[in-house]
């Protein structure tokens, strides 16, 4: 089972910042904390990840809180085309064995004209 | 930017018959895997394969499922006998050299068992 929560729904006005947050409270320290996207029943696409540093790249931002029980994607600047499903997904690395992704219901993020 | 090609991209069946999903993967990825997800519900994963063998499989993964890396470039995931319950969009992926290495997912293909 997944071990994030987000709220099921949110939605933000199209070039606003939109904040999306999760909460992970039961991080263990070989845990990554990823972000995905799916559009429409596309795959899933890779956003971003961290350890527990605050990490940015073209499309967004990934803030952890120190304690990395919870963290926030930010995307800067929504457009329309960021309407989607936001999965925060904690996942180990030193298992010995590149590790499955597991899905939760994620968040839905709606991006208003 | 390289991507996870998937063919074909929608799949009619009768139930009862086999049916082969392909996946290309990028080029320098070593680890694969096949998720699905049925209409509605979340993305489930099915199965990992790394050095031409499995990984790791979820309990969707039973006898009926097989995984393959005949030609070390196409992956492919075989259903034996399809049912109806198999309908769904099956998700390739694969990963690169590092234990934290992201997945990238293809686009996948629709099944439809009728």
């Known amino acids: 089972d997944a071990k994030t929560t987000q709220p099921p729904s949110m939605d933000c006005a199209e070039g606003r910042a939109a904040n999306l947050p999760c909460n992970h409270s039961t991080i263990s320290g070989n845990e990554y904390v990823y972000w995905y996207r799916q559009i429409h029943s596309q795959g899933p696409q890779y956003i971003i990840h961290?350890?527990?540093n605050n990490e940015t790249n073209e499309m967004a931002s990934l803030i952890i809180t120190e304690d990395r029980k919870s963290s926030t994607l930010i995307l800067p600047h929504a457009t329309l085309r960021d309407t989607a499903v936001y999965y925060c997904?904690?996942?180990?690395?030193?298992?010995?064995?590149?590790?499955?992704?597991?899905f939760g219901k994620g968040i839905t993020l709606s991006v208003r004209p | 930017e390289p991507e996870v090609t998937q063919t074909p991209s929608h799949q009619v069946t009768q139930m009862g018959q086999e049916v082969i999903l392909r996946c290309v993967p990028i080029s320098n990825h070593l680890y694969f895997y096949w998720y699905r997800q049925i209409l509605g519900q979340k993305v489930e994963f099915l199965v990992s394969f790394y050095n031409n063998e499995i990984s790791e499989k979820s309990e969707i993964f039973d006898d009926q499922f097989s995984v393959e890396r005949p030609d070390g470039s196409n992956f492919t995931l075989k259903i034996r006998s399809t049912k109806l319950e198999d309908s769904a969009m099956y998700f390739c992926?694969?990963?690169?050299?590092?234990?934290?290495?992201?997945?990238?997912f293809g686009n996948g293909t629709r099944l439809t068992v009728t």
């Open positions: 961290g350890l527990k």
């Open positions: 997904i904690v996942r180990p690395w030193n298992t010995g064995a590149n590790s499955k992704l597991t």
């Open positions: 992926a694969g990963a690169g050299r590092t234990q934290y290495s992201p997945l990238h």
